[in-house]
């Protein structure tokens, strides 16, 4: 086996997680392209899966990753042939959507972005759990036991 | 996205139940360690063999 050096490091590292009582996933993101939404999508599944709670603050560009039509220009990021080879091994952006939410990721929009964009709770899909401000995303980002990426 | 996969199917059995899974992901072994750990649910094989990965789980 030559993936045990790999399977040490990973669980050296859960192990760390766990003694800092890192429980929380805090994931920002701020771009708009399939490209980062699935890396973003899959960190907060697979933290969900560890049984951690995790939580997804979509902003700027972000945002459009919560409405319809910002989903579907989300894959333009990639040439087609790229697309179909995506299509063959993950689902669609709006299917993850679907499963994170069920899977419990929490999924909340930026206050700011919507006024900038001119967006309404109405133009977003229905996995938003709320509205929130960056005063709210610190506080609980703040919490000793998250750990928080920026996207 | 076995993992994924993996820990849906582990919620759908009782403590004592094994669960196979068979992966193509070369990073499946140590995410399965991991995810072990994490979940306290044992991991009781880890093989690979001609590029399939298999794993066995079973409920805490």
Request: with cysteine.
């Amino acid at each position: 086996m030559t993936t045990g050096v790999a399977a040490g490091r990973a669980s050296e590292t859960i192990e760390h997680a766990k003694q800092e009582g890192k429980k929380s996933l805090f994931l920002v993101l701020s771009k708009g392209g399939a490209d980062m939404a699935y890396p973003t999508l899959i960190l907060a599944t697979t933290a969900r899966a560890l049984g951690m709670d995790a939580h997804i603050y979509f902003t700027f560009w972000g945002m459009q990753l919560l409405t319809s039509e910002g989903r579907k220009k989300s894959m333009d990021v990639f040439p087609p042939e790229m697309q179909k080879a995506i299509a063959a091994k993950f689902p669609t952006i709006e299917a993850f959507m679907h499963q994170a939410k069920e899977a419990g990721v929490h999924i909340h929009a930026c206050s700011p972005t919507m006024d900038m964009f001119g967006l309404t709770k109405a133009n977003l899909v229905n996995e938003v759990d709320d509205v929130i401000g960056a005063s709210t995303y610190l506080e609980f980002a703040a919490r000793p036991d998250a750990l928080t990426l920026f996207i | 996205m076995p993992i994924l996969k993996a820990s849906q199917m582990i919620e759908t059995l009782h403590t004592g139940q094994k669960l196979e899974v068979l992966a193509d992901d070369p990073a499946a072994p140590s995410d399965f360690v991991a995810f072990s750990k994490r979940t306290g649910h044992p991991l009781r094989e880890n093989a690979e063999s001609g590029g399939t990965y298999r794993f066995v789980l079973e409920h805490k």
